[in-house]
């Protein structure tokens, strides 16, 4: 920095260049001082651990009185579940019907989730999940006539006809669906499955709407544009018979396009929780039809399907709390362990100071 | 064309742009009133306007200037290099998240240059548009500074400034001096006499000048303030005189007139070629230790990124090897990326991925560096402790980059005389004829004479007495004080001479305390009259008149003038050092002399021969003719008149010598003793004779008593010099237990230098002090610039209070100027300046002391959060097909740096203080705790890259394993996104960066109360702010409400307290087992200090107020230390007890602030 200003001016009548003796300017703000010393370390750790430890067995017990089971359908072995849909084509017209039957030796406390699992499916491949119109999806006309950019290869289709709902992801819509009947007296009875509150409740209230345009039906709206990607069976306004679940804002819809962090994903399905079952699932048989509709065989995927009852934690988590209790041995032990080097070196360092 | 170094830019610049073609001729031809020779054989001249640019942009080239000068850093370009790949290819975060950033750091660095350049222009418009009279067509227009063109004849009244370099044509008096004062230039307070040539002193008014044709010739600009060589030819009754012109002649821009109504002058040097201008130069950038290992971090950084991106495009290939992975069903290609050629999609992909992880350049570090230098450095000057009472002069900070660099000190080299001492010159004693007086109560004792008159009336001087005080009040170049000179001119009302004391004003200390006891012995001078020096002898004046005077010059070493007598002799008296006397002496009390000048020096005295010559008739015509003659060379003056004077000042007769103390500052012995202490190596530099030297180091405790004292002098050929130092290096070794000292002179030193430099070095680096005497200035350089080169490369500082020190000062990796009395000069070339040496140990052990740790632990810690920052997202990679998918969203990827975790470092970096500020000084050796850059060393830094690291795969596995269960983790069993996913590794890492700060933080103020907390808080009122609205100008709604949904979930919060104290376990636990295993004195201090290590919480209680709010945790807490051990125990109970009046015992200390002295 130059000092032309400065030193054109005279120094003749410098007023008091004392500095202000403040506490800021003195650098003597009152401050706290804490000493990160092993003594107040030491209980810390202590108090820490065992309390992590008591955490976790709370959320170990918790997560563990959470029922779930899962059954793979893949079929990826003739002879397996399902193995004879294992060479399904995405929108085939009829779909393959693959049926079994499982027993459930323990009730499931209602509510009571159920989730369809992929595996091996990179929904979080930066291509794939690019690949979406969301003012597209909160039912923006001019989007839905022409998506974004990042829709290709599923923004237009030959007949430059605009793909609504439009882009990768859209169009990888998982489509199987369950059935599931429960075995009593002799009957089977159909467990109702509720297809409400699956999505959140933002993105079915507010992030995805349909279009509206001068009291159009929802059809009408979708007219201009392919009404659905290329590998749908269904147009978008036949995704539910339910109009207020239907277009782009069907929930079945919304969950899928909430593309999932790892390329093992569960995204829940239905949840059980009306009619005679809502305190839950009783032990008994129960038999699951699948209308196999999704393949997963040509990258090597894998198909589950899930049930769990949740806590208020959500499902099945062993993670947390054998971290907590890992972790909470951990400080116990190198808090035992620091104590005794301190005892040990508490002589010498006393004779130091 | 040597000027132009000096001048900077602009010039160039000017240059540049053709305003200023580089001047061909050595010499500038100034036609005075620009009157032009009829006849036309001459060839105009450009020359620089009178218009003084110091700012750097225009309105209109500030952006471009500014943004070239930005991007002109490495750091600065690197982003914008991403930026602009990021808008070329096609890659997965948007251009805003560096582009962001970027702008903000450029935009922010802008608005500090701009601002500091609008006051530039405040100034410059200021100078330039002040008021000016300019002689034109035969009479005088007022005008505008910056109109002045050269060749302009200017009229300056009293107490202006001269506005531009002025040739002085004449003043209102007779003779055609005047006085100015160079205050503003080099400091220098006293009056200074300039003279115009005799032709043109008569031209005293505006119709007068009208008439002058005149022609000067002169050197082209140059920047030494001391030179200036130039002749004017007037024409008069078409005859042409020539007449030399001196530095005596031209007056300086800046400097002010003084004791004159008005004066006349032409303006020679202009504007931006004005001397004063010339010296503004941008001083050479001086570059800390801790800038340069942050540099080599960025290198590392930069390998490790480009390690990761090279990696993740090989990882990306070998997957995409596979169909199945490359392009599944639901994932078809673009057909651009199908078709495009596999080398350039390669580099593409490369690219990519180097935008992705390239935050992991802190990009916002350089920025904040810099703010943090900036605003912490008012603290220096805020510092009452370096504030001087007396003088009233606070610390000056002229560069605030070296902060961190007084914290890392191992040599100081330190000037004596007017830094070690006050340079406050007290006669002591003298020799006259042989015979040695000493100054008793105002009057001279003879030795060996017992002060048995202590008040009887004062004795006359004999003959050699009196002229030998009358050379001493002759030969000088003193000032009168300017009251008098101003009350009536040149009256002789004040004839008693006892009535009024004129007051002596004069840049050398040595020559007023001579003149002061010349006064009090009864010979006093009392002023110059036209031609004439005055001297009153016990009231009866005598006049000499003023023949010549033979300037002070630092090679000669000695000063002369050639008087008339009042009896008609001319006579020549010099004053000098007496290795430029001796030698030239042939009569008087050599010997004896000689021997009590030695005395003198060994006890500290400064001393100066005085001799004498009496002119014969012949001679005198001989010397005024040859003086007269070199005075009137244009080329090689100096030379010339050297030789002149060589001529002159011989055979001498010695009259006597003086012998002048020099007073020790205050505290320099305790700040001598607190810097070695701390493991500074002093070396004291002066330019004094050894004897002086030394008994000066004995006194101020740079030797002692019990110290080895080592010589190296008198050296006279290599091959002597060479066996000395090789004896003094056996000395050494034969007796390593005692300290050494070592004594070099400079002719020893340069031979030293020339063939045995490592000889020399070793020698120097197994001495405890080292003082060096009689040394140039440029060999004060010398000497620090070879420690500096030499392998261990040491951080030297130099301290030095006169012009002699600014080359050493500049040298330095830290110069330090004193405030001194020797003018300005160094302290303008420093870094630092200060009133006193005392200063210098609060300056560095506790501000540099403070200013390293701030900085260090910023730098550390910025490399720190951006690796947590960017590593999650490299393992992503591993998980999304090496897809180059963020994990983050773009907006919190732009505002990480920026917003959320900025703030808390960048308090830290002013506030921390680990130790209290008077435990650093009082125990200097804690400064040997950070010597050697020890913070910034191999190890911390690798600790700290690994804790990085070790945080981030804590923070992506944690979550990854939470997440990866693939269960819900919501109570009404819905599932979680990827963007969740990504927010709950940004939310675990905004908080464990922040609370890795706050662990580093001894010092909390309200402020980082405030920061710490509140950027959490404000990450999390931002982050439902943003996830709360759909963003109408955004393309995506990736984040809407994922924020809430993520903080909905018990499992989350678990998770999230679960990760980050497991992050900061770790840390926690290597500190703590650090703190006890490997103590450093700091950590000692630390725990000393605060009495007891349970301080923490107790202070903590005492801190939310309230003694009753202590006893339940001090009851807890006593149970639990009981287990421990039972001195423990006890030790805890009283700390305890004393403690919880901690906040009284502070208080005491707030109202007594002085107390911090001790």
Same mark, same amino acid.
């Given at each position: 920095?130059?000092?032309?200003?400065?030193?054109?001016?005279?120094?003749?009548?410098?007023?008091?260049?004392?500095?202000?003796?403040?506490?800021?300017?003195?650098?003597?703000?009152?401050?706290?001082?804490?000493?990160?010393?092993?003594?107040?370390?030491?209980?810390?750790?202590?108090?820490?651990?065992?309390?992590?430890?008591?955490?976790?067995?709370?959320?170990?017990?918790?997560?563990?009185?959470?029922?779930?089971?899962?059954?793979?359908?893949?079929?990826?072995?003739?002879?397996?579940?399902?193995?004879?849909?294992?060479?399904?084509?995405?929108?085939?017209?009829?779909?393959?019907?693959?049926?079994?039957?499982?027993?459930?030796?323990?009730?499931?406390?209602?509510?009571?989730?159920?989730?369809?699992?992929?595996?091996?499916?990179?929904?979080?491949?930066?291509?794939?999940?690019?690949?979406?119109?969301?003012?597209?999806?909160?039912?923006?006309?001019?989007?839905?006539?022409?998506?974004?950019?990042?829709?290709?290869?599923?923004?237009?289709?030959?007949?430059?006809?605009?793909?609504?709902?439009?882009?990768?992801?859209?169009?990888?819509?998982?489509?199987?669906?369950?059935?599931?009947?429960?075995?009593?007296?002799?009957?089977?009875?159909?467990?109702?499955?509720?297809?409400?509150?699956?999505?959140?409740?933002?993105?079915?209230?507010?992030?995805?709407?349909?279009?509206?345009?001068?009291?159009?039906?929802?059809?009408?709206?979708?007219?201009?544009?392919?009404?659905?990607?290329?590998?749908?069976?269904?147009?978008?306004?036949?995704?539910?018979?339910?109009?207020?679940?239907?277009?782009?804002?069907?929930?079945?819809?919304?969950?899928?396009?909430?593309?999932?962090?790892?390329?093992?994903?569960?995204?829940?399905?239905?949840?059980?929780?009306?009619?005679?079952?809502?305190?839950?699932?009783?032990?008994?048989?129960?038999?699951?039809?699948?209308?196999?509709?999704?393949?997963?065989?040509?990258?090597?995927?894998?198909?589950?399907?899930?049930?769990?009852?949740?806590?208020?934690?959500?499902?099945?988590?062993?993670?947390?709390?054998?971290?907590?209790?890992?972790?909470?041995?951990?400080?116990?032990?190198?808090?035992?362990?620091?104590?005794?080097?301190?005892?040990?070196?508490?002589?010498?360092?006393?004779?130091?100071? | 064309?040597?000027?132009?170094?000096?001048?900077?830019?602009?010039?160039?610049?000017?240059?540049?742009?053709?305003?200023?073609?580089?001047?061909?001729?050595?010499?500038?031809?100034?036609?005075?009133?620009?009157?032009?020779?009829?006849?036309?054989?001459?060839?105009?001249?450009?020359?620089?306007?009178?218009?003084?640019?110091?700012?750097? %942009?225009?309105?209109?080239?500030?952006?471009?200037?500014?943004?070239?000068?930005?991007?002109?850093?490495?750091?600065?370009? %690197?982003?914008?290099?991403?930026?602009?790949?990021?808008?070329?290819?096609?890659?997965?975060?948007?251009?805003?998240?560096?582009?962001?950033?970027?702008?903000?750091?450029?935009?922010?660095?802008?608005?500090?240059?701009?601002?500091?350049?609008?006051?530039?222009?405040?100034?410059?418009?200021?100078?330039? $548009?002040?008021?000016?009279?300019?002689?034109?067509?035969?009479?005088?227009?007022?005008?505008?500074?910056?109109?002045?063109?050269?060749?302009?004849?200017?009229?300056?009244?009293?107490?202006?400034?001269?506005?531009?370099?002025?040739?002085?044509?004449?003043?209102?008096?007779?003779?055609?001096?005047?006085?100015?004062?160079?205050?503003?230039?080099?400091?220098?307070?006293?009056?200074?006499?300039?003279?115009? *040539?005799?032709?043109?002193?008569?031209?005293?008014?505006?119709?007068?000048?009208?008439?002058?044709?005149?022609?000067?010739?002169?050197?082209?600009?140059?920047?030494?303030? %001391?030179?200036?060589?130039?002749?004017?030819?007037?024409?008069?009754?078409?005859?042409?005189?020539?007449?030399?012109?001196?530095?005596?002649?031209?007056?300086? !821009?800046?400097?002010?007139?003084?004791?004159?109504?008005?004066?006349?002058?032409?303006?020679?040097?202009?504007?931006?070629?004005?001397?004063?201008?010339?010296?503004?130069?941008?001083?050479?950038?001086?570059?800390?230790?801790?800038?340069?290992?942050?540099?080599?971090?960025?290198?590392?950084?930069?390998?490790?990124?480009?390690?990761?991106?090279?990696?993740?495009?090989?990882?990306?290939?070998?997957?995409?090897?596979?169909?199945?992975?490359?392009?599944?069903?639901?994932?078809?290609?673009?057909?651009?990326?199908?078709?495009?050629?596999?080398?350039?999609?390669?580099?593409?992909?490369?690219?990519?991925?180097?935008?992705?992880?390239?935050?992991?350049?802190?990009?916002?570090?350089?920025?904040?560096?810099?703010?943090?230098?900036?605003?912490?450095?008012?603290?220096?000057?805020?510092?009452?402790?370096?504030?001087?009472?007396?003088?009233?002069?606070?610390?000056?900070?002229?560069?605030?980059?070296?902060?961190?660099?007084?914290?890392?000190?191992?040599?100081?080299?330190?000037?004596?005389?007017?830094?070690?001492?006050?340079?406050?010159?007290?006669?002591?004693?003298?020799?006259?004829?042989?015979?040695?007086?000493?100054?008793?109560?105002?009057?001279?004792?003879?030795?060996?004479?017992?002060?048995?008159?202590?008040?009887?009336?004062?004795?006359?001087?004999?003959?050699?007495?009196?002229?030998?005080?009358?050379?001493?009040?002759?030969?000088?170049?003193?000032?009168?004080?300017?009251?008098?000179?101003?009350?009536?001119?040149?009256?002789?009302?004040?004839?008693?001479?006892?009535?009024?004391?004129?007051?002596?004003?004069?840049?050398?200390?040595?020559?007023?305390?001579?003149?002061?006891?010349?006064?009090?012995? $009864?010979?006093?001078?009392?002023?110059?009259?036209?031609?004439?020096?005055?001297?009153?002898?016990?009231?009866?004046?005598?006049?000499?008149?003023?023949?010549?005077?033979?300037?002070?010059?630092?090679?000669?070493?000695?000063?002369?003038?050639?008087?008339?007598?009042?009896?008609?002799?001319?006579?020549?008296?010099?004053?000098?050092?007496?290795?430029?006397?001796?030698?030239?002496?042939?009569?008087?009390?050599?010997?004896?002399?000689?021997?009590?000048?030695?005395?003198?020096?060994?006890?500290?005295?400064?001393?100066?021969?005085?001799?004498?010559?009496?002119?014969?008739?012949?001679?005198?015509?001989?010397?005024?003719?040859?003086?007269?003659?070199?005075?009137?060379?244009?080329?090689?003056?100096?030379?010339?008149?050297?030789?002149?004077?060589?001529?002159?000042?011989?055979?001498?007769?010695?009259?006597?010598?003086?012998? *002048?103390?020099?007073?020790?500052?205050?505290?320099?012995?305790?700040?001598?003793?607190?810097?070695?202490?701390?493991?500074?190596?002093?070396?004291?530099?002066?330019?004094?004779?050894?004897?002086?030297?030394?008994?000066?180091?004995?006194?101020?405790?740079?030797?002692? !008593?019990?110290?080895?004292?080592?010589?190296?002098?008198?050296?006279?050929?290599?091959?002597?010099?060479?066996?000395?130092?090789?004896?003094?290096?056996?000395?050494?070794?034969?007796?390593?237990?005692?300290?050494?000292?070592?004594?070099?002179?400079?002719?020893?030193?340069?031979?030293?230098?020339?063939?045995?430099?490592?000889?020399?070095?070793?020698?120097?680096?197994?001495?405890?002090?080292?003082?060096?005497?009689? #040394?140039?200035?440029?060999?004060?350089?010398?000497?620090?610039?070879?420690?500096?080169?030499?392998?261990?490369?040491?951080?030297?500082?130099?301290?030095?209070?006169?012009?002699?020190?600014?080359?050493?000062?500049?040298?330095?990796?830290?110069?330090?100027?004193?405030?001194?009395?020797?003018?300005?000069?160094?302290?303008?070339?420093?870094?630092?300046?200060?009133?006193?040496?005392?200063?210098?140990?609060?300056?560095?052990?506790?501000?540099?002391?403070?200013?390293?740790?701030?900085?260090?632990?910023?730098?550390?810690?910025?490399?720190?959060?951006?690796?947590?920052?960017?590593?999650?997202?490299?393992?992503?990679?591993?998980?999304?097909?090496?897809?180059?998918?963020?994990?983050?969203?773009?907006? %919190?990827?732009?505002?990480?740096?920026?917003?959320?975790?900025?703030?808390?470092?960048?308090?830290?970096?002013?506030?921390?203080?680990?130790?209290?500020?008077? *435990?650093?000084?009082?125990?200097?050796?804690?400064?040997?705790?950070?010597?050697?850059?020890?913070?910034?060393?191999?190890?911390?830094?690798?600790?700290?890259?690994?804790?990085?690291?070790?945080?981030?795969? *804590?923070?992506?596995?944690?979550?990854?394993?939470?997440?990866?269960?693939?269960?819900?983790?919501?109570?009404?069993?819905? #599932?979680?996104?990827?963007?969740?996913?990504?927010?709950?590794?940004?939310?675990?890492?905004?908080?464990?960066?922040?609370?890795?700060?706050?662990?580093?933080?001894?010092?909390?103020?309200?402020?980082?109360?405030?920061?710490?907390?509140?950027?959490?808080?404000?990450?999390?009122?931002?982050?439902?702010?943003?996830?709360?609205?759909?963003?109408?100008?955004?393309?995506?709604?990736?984040?809407?409400?994922?924020?809430?949904?993520?903080?909905?979930?018990?499992?989350?919060?678990?998770?999230?307290?679960?990760?980050?104290?497991?992050?900061?376990?770790?840390?926690?636990?290597?500190?703590?087992?650090?703190?006890?295993?490997?103590?450093?004195?700091?950590?000692?201090?630390?725990?000393?200090?605060?009495?007891?290590?349970?301080?923490?919480?107790?202070?903590?209680?005492?801190?939310?107020?309230?003694?009753?709010?202590?006893?339940?945790?001090?009851?807890?807490?006593?149970?639990?230390?009981?287990?421990?051990?039972?001195? !423990?125990?006890?030790?805890?109970?009283?700390?305890?007890?004393?403690?919880?009046?901690?906040?009284?015992?502070?208080?005491?200390?707030?109202?007594?602030?002085?107390?911090?002295?001790?």
């Amino acid at each position: 920095m130059t000092m032309a200003p400065k030193d054109i001016q005279s120094k003749e009548s410098v007023p008091s260049q004392r500095p202000d003796n403040t506490a800021f300017t003195q650098q003597r703000l009152p401050a706290w001082q804490p000493l990160l010393s092993a003594s107040i370390v030491l209980p810390f750790f202590f108090l820490a651990g065992f309390s992590f430890i008591a955490v976790g067995i709370g959320l170990f017990y918790s997560s563990n009185s959470i029922k779930e089971c899962e059954f793979d359908y893949t079929g990826s072995q003739p002879g397996d579940r399902c193995g004879e849909c294992l060479n399904v084509v995405f929108n085939a017209t009829h779909p393959c019907n693959c049926n079994f039957t499982f027993n459930l030796t323990d009730v499931f406390q209602g509510p009571v989730f159920m989730y369809y699992e992929l595996s091996n499916f990179f929904q979080n491949h930066f291509r794939y999940m690019a690949s979406r119109d969301d003012t597209q999806l909160s039912g923006y006309l001019s989007n839905l006539k022409s998506p974004v950019n990042a829709c290709y290869p599923y923004q237009y289709d030959e007949k430059n006809t605009p793909y609504a709902p439009c882009g990768a992801v859209a169009n990888s819509m998982f489509n199987d669906v369950f059935k599931l009947s429960y075995y009593v007296n002799g009957n089977y009875t159909e467990v109702p499955l509720t297809g409400k509150g699956i999505a959140w409740w933002t993105d079915y209230n507010i992030k995805f709407s349909n279009p509206t345009e001068d009291n159009k039906t929802l059809t009408a709206v979708f007219e201009d544009t392919t009404q659905k990607p290329p590998q749908w069976a269904v147009p978008v306004w036949q995704l539910s018979d339910d109009a207020t679940n239907n277009g782009f804002v069907n929930e079945d819809f919304i969950v899928w396009m909430r593309t999932a962090a790892l390329p093992s994903f569960r995204k829940l399905y239905r949840r059980i929780e009306s009619g005679n079952f809502t305190e839950g699932l009783p032990v008994g048989q129960y038999f699951l039809q699948i209308d196999y509709k999704y393949p997963v065989l040509s990258f090597n995927g894998r198909k589950k399907i899930v049930f769990s009852s949740v806590s208020w934690m959500g499902g099945k988590n062993p993670f947390l709390g054998i971290a907590y209790i890992v972790f909470g041995s951990l400080c116990v032990f190198f808090g035992i362990l620091m104590l005794i080097v301190f005892l040990k070196t508490q002589g010498t360092t006393n004779d130091d100071m | 064309m040597d000027s132009c170094t000096n001048c900077g830019l602009f010039r160039w610049v000017w240059q540049l742009l053709g305003f200023d073609p580089p001047n061909h001729s050595e010499t500038r031809t100034v036609y005075v009133a620009n009157r032009f020779p009829q006849h036309g054989h001459y060839i105009p001249q450009k020359f620089a306007d009178n218009r003084i640019i110091s700012s750097k %942009y225009t309105v209109l080239n500030f952006v471009p200037k500014n943004l070239f000068e930005q991007f002109r850093r490495i750091a600065n370009f %690197y982003f914008l290099i991403i930026f602009l790949v990021q808008l070329m290819i096609d890659t997965p975060t948007s251009p805003v998240t560096s582009g962001l950033p970027l702008f903000f750091v450029i935009t922010v660095t802008a608005i500090k240059q701009g601002y500091e350049d609008w006051l530039r222009h405040k100034a410059d418009n200021e100078v330039n $548009g002040a008021p000016v009279y300019v002689v034109r067509s035969g009479g005088l227009v007022k005008t505008r500074s910056k109109n002045i063109r050269v060749g302009d004849i200017v009229r300056v009244a009293k107490d202006e400034t001269f506005p531009a370099d002025l040739v002085l044509l004449s003043s209102d008096r007779i003779n055609g001096s005047c006085h100015i004062t160079t205050a503003s230039l080099d400091g220098e307070t006293n009056l200074k006499t300039h003279f115009a *040539v005799a032709e043109t002193a008569v031209l005293q008014s505006v119709t007068d000048l009208d008439t002058l044709i005149a022609v000067i010739e002169c050197q082209q600009p140059e920047a030494d303030l %001391y030179r200036f060589v130039g002749r004017i030819t007037i024409r008069q009754h078409s005859e042409d005189l020539v007449r030399p012109l001196g530095p005596e002649n031209l007056l300086l !821009r800046g400097a002010r007139l003084k004791n004159s109504k008005e004066i006349f002058g032409v303006a020679v040097y202009t504007g931006m070629e004005a001397k004063m201008t010339l010296n503004y130069k941008t001083k050479s950038q001086k570059r800390s230790a801790v800038e340069k290992s942050m540099n080599s971090f960025l290198l590392v950084y930069l390998i490790i990124l480009l390690f990761e991106a090279i990696l993740s495009t090989i990882m990306k290939y070998a997957w995409q090897a596979e169909d199945q992975w490359d392009e599944p069903w639901y994932n078809r290609k673009t057909d651009k990326e199908r078709n495009s050629s596999k080398i350039l999609k390669f580099i593409s992909d490369f690219l990519a991925f180097l935008v992705l992880y390239n935050f992991i350049i802190p990009i916002s570090l350089y920025v904040t560096v810099e703010m943090q230098k900036f605003l912490g450095s008012f603290f220096i000057s805020w510092d009452l402790d370096l504030y001087h009472e007396e003088s009233n002069q606070r610390a000056q900070v002229n560069t605030s980059d070296l902060n961190e660099e007084l914290g890392q000190v191992e040599y100081v080299f330190t000037d004596k005389t007017g830094t070690l001492t006050e340079n406050e010159m007290q006669f002591k004693e003298c020799s006259v004829n042989g015979i040695k007086y000493q100054e008793i109560n105002g009057k001279l004792v003879p030795e060996g004479v017992t002060v048995d008159f202590p008040d009887g009336p004062t004795t006359g001087l004999t003959k050699e007495e009196e002229l030998f005080f009358k050379a001493i009040s002759l030969c000088h170049s003193v000032q009168i004080g300017q009251d008098r000179v101003d009350g009536s001119l040149d009256g002789f009302q004040c004839a008693n001479g006892i009535s009024t004391q004129p007051e002596y004003y004069t840049s050398s200390p040595d020559e007023k305390a001579l003149l002061e006891a010349s006064r009090r012995m $009864g010979v006093a001078f009392s002023g110059i009259d036209g031609n004439f020096m005055e001297v009153k002898i016990f009231g009866k004046l005598e006049r000499y008149k003023l023949l010549h005077l033979l300037e002070f010059d630092a090679n000669r070493r000695c000063m002369s003038v050639i008087v008339d007598t009042p009896s008609g002799d001319k006579i020549l008296f010099t004053k000098g050092a007496e290795s430029s006397i001796f030698p030239n002496t042939k009569g008087g009390e050599l010997d004896r002399t000689s021997v009590h000048v030695d005395e003198f020096a060994s006890k500290g005295l400064r001393t100066l021969c005085v001799a004498y010559r009496r002119f014969t008739a012949e001679e005198y015509q001989e010397v005024d003719r040859r003086l007269c003659e070199a005075r009137a060379v244009l080329h090689q003056r100096e030379e010339c008149l050297a030789d002149v004077f060589n001529f002159i000042e011989k055979d001498l007769e010695i009259l006597g010598a003086t012998g *002048v103390e020099d007073r020790l500052q205050d505290k320099v012995l305790e700040t001598i003793d607190a810097l070695r202490l701390a493991g500074i190596k002093i070396w004291v530099l002066t330019g004094d004779k050894q004897e002086t030297a030394v008994s000066v180091s004995l006194s101020c405790g740079h030797f002692h !008593r019990g110290m080895n004292i080592l010589e190296l002098v008198h050296q006279k050929t290599d091959r002597d010099c060479a066996e000395q130092l090789r004896q003094l290096a056996r000395r050494i070794q034969d007796d390593h237990i005692i300290q050494h000292g070592l004594v070099v002179d400079g002719a020893s030193l340069s031979l030293a230098l020339r063939e045995h430099e490592k000889l020399f070095m070793d020698v120097c680096k197994s001495c405890t002090a080292v003082l060096c005497c009689r #040394m140039a200035p440029l060999q004060k350089a010398k000497v620090v610039r070879l420690l500096k080169i030499s392998p261990e490369k040491p951080i030297t500082l130099a301290i030095g209070d006169g012009a002699n020190d600014v080359s050493m000062i500049q040298e330095a990796h830290v110069g330090i100027g004193i405030m001194g009395k020797e003018g300005r000069q160094a302290v303008r070339n420093s870094d630092y300046a200060i009133a006193r040496f005392k200063f210098l140990s609060k300056l560095l052990l506790v501000h540099g002391h403070y200013y390293y740790i701030r900085i260090s632990t910023l730098v550390q810690y910025f490399f720190y959060k951006n690796v947590c920052f960017i590593t999650p997202q490299f393992l992503y990679q591993f998980l999304c097909l090496f897809s180059q998918q963020t994990l983050y969203d773009s907006v %919190y990827l732009t505002l990480y740096n920026i917003c959320f975790t900025s703030l808390p470092v960048l308090v830290y970096s002013l506030f921390e203080q680990h130790v209290h500020a008077h *435990v650093l000084q009082s125990k200097p050796a804690l400064y040997r705790d950070i010597s050697k850059n020890a913070l910034l060393g191999f190890k911390p830094f690798l600790y700290w890259t690994f804790l990085g690291f070790g945080h981030a795969f *804590v923070f992506f596995f944690g979550s990854y394993f939470l997440m990866g269960e693939d269960t819900s983790l919501l109570g009404n069993g819905q #599932m979680f996104g990827n963007w969740t996913f990504g927010t709950l590794v940004f939310t675990v890492m905004v908080i464990t960066v922040t609370m890795k700060m706050a662990l580093e933080t001894h010092f909390w103020t309200w402020l980082n109360h405030f920061v710490t907390w509140g950027s959490i808080a404000f990450y999390f009122i931002f982050s439902l702010f943003y996830g709360g609205i759909i963003w109408p100008f955004l393309h995506t709604q990736d984040m809407y409400f994922v924020f809430v949904q993520l903080l909905s979930s018990g499992s989350a919060w678990f998770a999230i307290i679960i990760i980050i104290i497991a992050c900061l376990f770790l840390d926690v636990m290597k500190k703590v087992a650090y703190r006890h295993i490997y103590q450093t004195n700091t950590e000692k201090e630390q725990s000393t200090e605060t009495g007891s290590s349970i301080n923490c919480l107790d202070s903590m209680c005492c801190y939310s107020g309230g003694e009753t709010a202590c006893v339940p945790i001090r009851r807890v807490l006593e149970r639990m230390m009981g287990r421990c051990s039972p001195a !423990r125990f006890s030790r805890c109970g009283t700390s305890l007890n004393s403690l919880c009046c901690q906040r009284f015992s502070y208080k005491l200390e707030n109202d007594e602030p002085t107390a911090l002295d001790e």
